[in-house]
Structures are given as structure tokens and as C-alpha cells.
């Protein structure tokens, strides 16, 4: 509903001030109060906040919850790849980023993703 919509915006709002653990407890409060695409959303931005405050063993489960529900997100994927390669969990990490492309190939955010494969091999050495 509209209220849902005004409360993801707010904590867009919250995310671009960098008031990170405000947008979290907010997503979070969201995520479980509604279904689908926006507790897609919802866990997905939870998830992103987390890893800006360094709380990376939380931000997974989150995100993988993300993923739960539509195993093709892609901003998902691509979030789980970045803390993957910040975890130095190499192998989990080009998964992440070979998924997203599979989804994403010919989208904008593709060279990224490509580029993040590229590291994680040059870091790997």
C-alpha cells in the first residue's frame, strides 16, 4: 500500500544521509511486515546498510533471505558478491557475480559485474 511506499522512501532518504543504522532498523521493521517485491526491496536495502556498517556476518543472512524469494535478483547478487570478495570467500564471490551476469548480461551494471570477476582472480594470486 501507499504506507509501505512512503516508508521505503524514507529510508531511501535515511540511506542517502548515511544514516545507516536508522534505514536498517526500518527496512527491517518493513521486511517483516510485507511480502513480495517489496520485501524483496526491503531486504535487499537492509542488507546494503549492514555491510556499510561493517556488520558483514549479518548483512549475509539478510541478503540471502533476499535471494530466497527470487533467486534472480540481481542487486542481490551483486551485494552478496561484493561481501563475499570483502570476506575474501573468493569462490562464493565469482558465483555471486557469474549468477548475476547470467541474468544480467547485456544490462547496464554487466561491465562492473565483469570487472569485480577480474579482481577477484587478480586477488587470488
Known amino acids: 500500500p501507499k504506507e509501505t511506499k512512503y516508508l521505503m522512501l524514507l529510508g531511501d532518504v535515511m540511506m542517502a544521509q548515511k544514516k545507516w543504522q536508522e534505514a536498517e532498523s526500518l527496512f527491517g521493521a518493513l521486511s517483516t511486515a510485507i511480502s513480495g517485491?517489496?520485501?524483496?526491496?526491503?531486504?535487499?536495502?537492509?542488507?546494503?546498510?549492514?555491510?556499510?556498517?561493517?556488520?558483514l556476518r549479518y548483512a549475509e543472512p539478510v541478503l540471502v533471505r533476499a535471494l530466497g524469494t527470487e533467486k534472480r535478483h540481481v542487486p542481490s547478487l551483486n551485494a552478496l558478491g561484493q561481501l563475499y570478495m570483502t570476506m575474501r570467500r573468493w569462490d562464493e564471490a565469482k558465483n555471486m557475480f557469474k549468477r548475476s551476469l547470467e541474468v544480467e548480461q547485456y544490462q547496464q551494471g554487466a561491465a562492473d559485474v565483469r570487472k569485480a570477476l577480474r579482481d577477484i582472480e587478480s586477488m587470488r594470486r
Not at 37 to 55: F, N, P, V, W
Request: charged share 30%; with cysteine; proline share 0%.
Open 37 to 55: 517485491d517489496s520485501q524483496r526491496s526491503a531486504l535487499y536495502k537492509q542488507g546494503r546498510c549492514l555491510i556499510e556498517q561493517q556488520r
